[in-house]
């Protein structure tokens, strides 16, 4: 995954279905949530909210430990979002932040989290 980053970096454009490619073999050798929320974060870049969001919830549905687990809920909150479900993706980012120890990230997702409300909030917008 460095790697295809780097390349992005250097190229100016990371190739997200050769992400999702390497997390799917990834997730073939040593299945873990944090892979299998990863590749739902690169899906988000390669296939839309849609793609992400099918494969979060099929996560969940697999591992009831996901509601725990605060990765899970940022990567929702930003397909939700992308989405425009925008009511949707507020309350994940309080769930995200709510089980978030570090402040900085706490901090970030408060931010994206205040941004999605505005958009809930705004006349004529999808919530």
Known sequence: MQSIHVDGARTGGTRWPLVVA??????????TPGAAVSRA?????????????????ALCSARASMSEYQPYWAVRAGALEGAGRF???RGA???AM????HPRVRDFLGRKRAAAA???????ERR
């Open 87 to 89: 009511a949707e993706a």
């Open 22 to 31: 390497a997390y799917d073999e990834l997730l073939r050798r040593h299945p």
């Open 98 to 101: 709510g089980l978030c120890e």
């Open 118 to 124: 505005a958009k809930a909030d705004a006349p004529g």
């Open 41 to 57: 974060a690169a899906l988000l870049h390669a296939g839309g909210p849609g793609s992400a969001l099918e494969a979060l919830d």
């Open 93 to 95: 980012y309080d769930r």
